[in-house]
C-alpha cells in the first residue's frame, strides 16, 4: 500500500497555514526609512523558504554556512531572517501554540513532570555563564527542562555551568508556557 510520505525538510501546507499567522512582520529598525527602488537589491527571502531551511539547520546540525544553497539561497540572509525572528519573540509564540495544539489533542501530563540540567560549552560568553564545574579555567552554561510525563518540553531556562538543578527549580516552574 502506498503512502503519501513528504520528505522530512519539507513545510505542508497545513502546518505552515497553522506557522504562517506567527511570523514576525518585517519593520525598518528605528530611524530608518526603506524605499526599495524597483528591481534594486535582492528581494526578501520568502519566509516559507526561510522556516523550511531553519528546520533543516536543525534536524541536521549543519552550521548555517553548510545550508545548500541551491535549495535555501544565501545562507546569512536565512540567519539574518533567525535573529530577527528570535528577537520578535517567533520561536517562543510557535511552541507555545504547539503546546496549546498538544495539550487539546493528548493534553499535557501534568500528573508527572521531570526536570534536569545539561552543561554545555559556551565559548560566546554571554550572559548566562558561569565556570564550568569540571574544567574552572572554561567557561560554560546549563540548561535546565522541565518535561511532563511524556517528555514535551514545557520549559526551559538557562544559566551558568556551576548552577545546581535545585537551586533554579522555581524558575524553570515559573517559566513554563502553558498554564494547568
Not at 31 to 45: F, H
Not at 101 to 109: F, K, Q, R, S, V
Not at 159 to 164: D, L, R, Y
Request: one cysteine or more; charged letters at 30%; proline letters at 8%.
Amino acid at each position: 500500500m502506498a503512502r503519501n510520505r513528504v520528505d522530512s525538510g519539507v513545510v505542508t501546507d497545513g502546518f505552515w497555514q497553522r506557522v504562517e499567522p506567527l511570523i514576525p512582520q518585517r519593520s525598518p529598525p528605528p530611524g530608518k526609512k526603506y524605499l526599495r527602488k524597483p528591481g534594486a537589491g535582492r528581494p526578501p527571502k520568502p519566509a516559507r523558504q526561510v522556516f523550511e531551511a531553519i528546520g533543516y539547520v536543525l534536524r541536521t546540525g549543519c552550521q548555517w554556512k553548510a545550508l545548500p544553497a541551491e535549495r535555501f539561497g544565501s545562507a546569512s540572509a536565512v540567519h539574518k531572517r533567525f535573529l530577527e525572528w528570535e528577537r520578535a519573540g517567533f520561536f517562543e509564540a510557535l511552541w507555545k501554540a504547539g503546546l496549546a495544539e498538544y495539550d487539546d489533542l493528548a493534553g499535557i501530563a501534568w500528573r508527572w513532570q521531570r526536570i534536569d540540567g545539561a552543561l554545555m560549552k559556551a565559548p560566546l560568553a554571554q550572559e548566562a555563564v558561569g565556570p564550568n564545574p569540571t574544567d574552572r579555567g572554561k567557561k560554560g552554561s546549563k540548561r535546565h527542562l522541565l518535561v511532563d510525563g511524556r517528555g514535551v518540553p514545557l520549559s526551559i531556562i538557562v544559566t551558568g555551568a556551576n548552577v545546581n538543578d535545585g537551586k533554579r527549580l522555581d524558575e524553570v516552574l515559573r517559566a513554563v508556557l502553558v498554564r494547568r
